[in-house]
Antibody, heavy 117, light 110 residues
């Protein structure tokens, strides 16, 4: 069974940092591009970041560029999102999602990030 | 990059067909055949229904179909069932290494 399990969410201070993780299983992680997608409470979906299987290509949404860093460890079948300089508007449920032709075919259940003092 | 435009709500009776639109520009929906559709039930993760405008992943019923004309993509749900009541989102590649979503449509089965 293909599974994505996010962790690392919680309460972050404005200007602070959090690191999210996504543990995967049931597929050949290293050959798939992966993404982070977020959803603010009661709002729609927003793509955050993308990374290819080899980590050779990385993209970010303008809203997080320069503050967030996506990475992966293929030996551990895991995806990460380092979130720095947190803002209130980063408060959201963060999903990791596997790529399929600029879409997302497998999603985790998400990890909640709340930015507040 | 602005979000794609979806109607906030749509509705239909069981057995009917409903079409949800997703309007963008020539820089996103109209410029690429990379439109996807997702279904999200309350408290659940989104589920992929359609990718590359018309393709259905295995396991998705053929009651769900996608199409595109110009800058507008559409998702049609035929033979509406109670379990189809959910939020639906479109997304598109928007060039310049960017992906954008629509604002979402709440589908009510009457």
């Amino acid at each position: 069974e293909v599974r994505l399990v996010e962790s690392g969410g919680g309460l972050g201070q404005p200007g602070g940092s959090l690191r999210l993780s996504c543990a995967t299983s049931g597929f050949s992680f290293s050959i798939y591009s992966m993404n982070w997608v977020r959803q603010a409470p009661g709002k729609g979906l927003e793509w955050v970041s993308y990374i290819t299987g080899s980590s050779s290509t990385i993209y970010y949404a303008d809203s997080v560029k320069g503050r967030f860093t996506i990475s992966r460890d293929n030996a551990k079948n895991s995806l990460y999102l380092q979130m720095n300089s947190l803002r209130a508007e980063d408060t959201a449920l963060y999903y990791c999602a596997r790529s399929v032709q600029f879409g997302f075919d497998i999603w985790g259940q998400g990890t909640m990030v709340t930015v507040s003092s | 990059q602005s979000a794609l435009t979806q109607p906030p709500s749509a509705s239909g009776s069981p057995g009917q067909s409903v079409t949800i639109s997703c309007t963008g520009t020539s820089s996103d929906v109209g410029g690429y055949n990379y439109v996807s559709w997702y279904q999200q039930h309350p408290g659940k993760a989104p589920k992929l229904l359609i990718y590359e405008v018309t393709k259905r992943p295995s396991g998705v019923p053929d009651r769900f179909s996608g199409s595109k004309s110009g800058n507008t993509a559409s998702l049609t749900v035929s033979g509406l069932q109670a379990e189809d009541e959910a939020d639906y989102y479109c997304n598109s590649y928007a060039g310049s290494n960017n992906l954008i979503f629509g604002g979402g449509t709440k589908l009510t089965v009457l």
